[in-house]
């Protein structure tokens, strides 16, 4: 049964990401870029929900204790280095990747299979790149300050939730609104906070029944799973049991929670190149593909270099108020809205032409 609520939780918050929108290039990279915040309201929304259940279950000693990651300072800033770049290339993380190619988008298969790439690579140099930083060290901001953590995760859940409604009032993308508005509930897209609210009660979910909510590990843990079929160990996993089995299941259930959505909505056969992706990396499928494989396997290796991806440092590190996931967190976002920047800044005017070109993209992607 609690194997089976992995692959529950995966599909519902693949169903989430969906819905929420959150797997189109286009609000990927406009958050990166300042230019559309519902992304980031999404991801503030659902650990500012965790956090503030969390606080509370500490405050009633409910006994749901989240795991904290280590801090092993030199590996958040290589690993979240390396996960910046790969995010801001092809506007994806390992749940979004999985996610965005079981809705349609084909061509992201590709870097489904460079995530894979990237678990075998980081499971190849696992005895180099497990040493970077040193032992880990569980320190949380709750120690830092020697606060109480049940008070300071509710003030911080109640931040991370004002800063989304903040955001939503002064957001550039609204315009997009009025295109959904007209869509009946199945078809349009669904707003950030019931769809950030619901990824945030999974995190809590997974971790009052023992688990952790992070996709790149999951992904190690269905890579280290799929390989024992055929007689390979993983160093990086050395024993197979239950819990590694509901990482997995964590990640296969976004393929099924995000093709639902899509097939609810009429989406599933919509492939469309995003006119951004495209602007950027040319018409060119050979090069397209070659982008995501390479940035599914970068922002993987990087991940589990760091210490977890958007989900696992983020909306699942962060309510934990572990420095380690603030470090990597913080990094790979900086370094991601860098290569962004980079990216896009020659092409477009920021406060000019580029609203109106993320405007059309929004509608097109």
């Known amino acids: 049964m609690k194997i089976l609520s992995g692959l529950i939780i995966g599909a519902i918050f693949g169903f989430m990401l969906h819905r929420g929108g959150i797997v189109r290039y286009s609000r990927i990279i406009g958050a990166l ?3 559309d915040f519902k992304a980031m309201n999404f991801m503030f929304t659902g650990l500012g929900v965790a956090a503030l259940l969390y606080g509370i279950s500490d405050l009633m000693n409910l006994g749901t204790v989240p795991r904290i990651n280590g801090y092993f300072g030199i590996g958040h800033i290589i690993g979240g280095f390396l996960f910046g770049i790969g995010m801001a290339t092809a506007g994806l993380c390992p749940g979004t ?27 190849l140099l696992f005895p180099v790149v497990s040493a970077l930083g040193g032992e880990p060290k569980f320190i ?98 050395p024993s197979l049991n239950e819990s590694t089995l509901w990482r997995a299941m964590l990640s296969l259930g976004v393929f099924p929670g995000a093709f639902l959505s899509s097939y609810l909505a009429g989406t599933i056969s919509q492939e469309k190149v995003t006119p951004l992706f495209q602007e950027a990396f040319s018409s060119n499928i050979g090069l397209r593909g070659f982008t995501i494989f390479i940035s599914g396997a970068l922002m993987t290796f990087g991940a589990l270099i760091g210490g977890g991806c958007t989900t696992g440092a983020f909306m699942s590190g962060w309510p934990t108020l572990s420095i380690g996931s603030f470090l990597m967190g913080g990094t790979f976002f900086l370094v991601a809205m860098i290569m962004a920047n980079i990216m896009f800044i020659g092409r477009y005017r920021l406060i000019g032409e580029v609203k109106e070109k993320f405007r059309l993209n929004l509608a097109n992607d």
């Open 33 to 35: 870029l300042l230019r």
């Open 97 to 123: 990747c999985a996610a965005r190619f079981s809705s349609g988008k084909l061509l992201t298969g590709v870097g489904v299979v460079g995530i894979f790439a990237g678990v075998f690579m980081y499971n």
């Open 140 to 237: 949380t901001l709750a120690m830092v300050f020697d606060i109480p953590y049940s008070y300071l995760a509710i003030i911080f859940g109640f931040l991370f939730i004002g800063m989304s409604f903040f955001l939503s009032i002064i957001d550039p993308s609204k315009k997009f609104d009025s295109i959904q508005g007209g869509k009946n509930l199945l078809q349009r897209e669904w707003g950030w906070f019931s769809t950030g609210a619901v990824a945030g009660i999974m995190i809590f979910i997974s971790t009052a029944i023992g688990e952790y909510l992070s996709f790149a590990g999951g992904f190690l843990a269905l890579g280290a799973h799929i390989s024992s079929i055929f007689g390979y160990s993983f160093q990086s996993v």
